[in-house]
């Protein structure tokens, strides 16, 4: 059994474990590769174990597919996938298909479009009614009309991100799989769906080995995070800087 932890030990893990560990990825909502759409944060922790699970989902435009992407931190992970050359690093993001590449390959018109003759789409093997025209879309995506030089047809992104609100309870991820890399009976604490994030990332490149962006223990969030955790007080998580982690405040996702 793991000593007790503080939350000083908390903040620490998550400054440092993306430099420890490369296949440790924090917590992203602005990648290059994945428009992001919805996002949430469960914590769960005893008097000894603790962890703290972020999803997002949205599209990720080079795999072609709408997903649900899941990173786990914590002192008690386990059966976390590996990666590198042999695999000889622990891994601790998982992914897991909502809308596959077949299933929007049935609702396409031209690049990236849903057709105007689409009415639903299958979303976890289940057919769920999408709208017909952009306005249909504007419930979740206010800017919907913008022209983003693509025609007048909504685009994967715009689908994932209605999706991703209209039929929350489908895209967000299900206890049994944010327990997939967590003891079966680690106390779940509280959940999060908003919160004030900033970017970070350890950029290694052979010689060149720098850390980008702002650590957790610099900005409130995290640090009283790790106080609900060490603490095991739901409530202690009382932010006063502005919950900014909705897709709309993160417009470099997506874009390489």
Not at 113 to 127: H, I, K, N
Not at 155 to 180: G, N, Q, S
């Amino acid at each position: 059994m793991p000593a007790r932890f503080t939350a000083k030990d908390v903040v620490d893990y998550l400054d440092k474990c993306v430099i420890d560990e490369p296949y440790c990825f924090f917590m992203d909502l602005q990648h290059g590769y994945f428009y992001t759409a919805n996002s949430r944060l469960t914590l769960y922790a005893d008097e000894h174990r603790w962890a703290i699970v972020f999803e997002k989902n949205g599209y990720a435009n080079r795999g072609g597919r709408i997903e649900l992407e899941l990173n786990f931190f914590g002192n008690c992970l386990r059966n976390l996938d590996r990666g590198g050359a042999d695999d000889r690093y622990a891994c601790n993001a998982k992914f897991i298909t909502l809308v596959d590449a077949d299933a929007l390959s049935e609702i396409a018109s031209d690049f990236e479009q849903v057709s105007p003759d689409a009415t639903s789409v299958r979303l976890r093997g289940e057919p769920v009614q999408i709208p017909s025209t952009k306005e249909g879309y504007a419930k979740w995506i206010p800017d919907i009309h913008d022209d983003k030089g693509l025609g007048e047809r909504p685009t994967f992104d715009d689908l994932a991100r209605f999706l991703a609100f209209e039929y929350a309870d489908f895209c967000r991820a299900t206890d049994v799989e944010k327990r997939l890399s967590l003891p079966a009976n680690l106390p779940e604490l509280r959940v999060v769906d908003e919160w004030h994030h900033r970017f970070y990332y350890h950029y290694v490149n052979g010689p060149d080995n720098e850390l980008i962006g702002d650590a957790p223990s610099t900005y409130e969030t995290f640090p009283l995070l790790a106080d609900v955790l060490a603490t095991r007080d739901p409530l202690r998580f009382r932010p006063t800087l502005p919950p900014n982690n909705h897709w709309s405040n993160w417009p470099e996702a997506g874009q390489l």
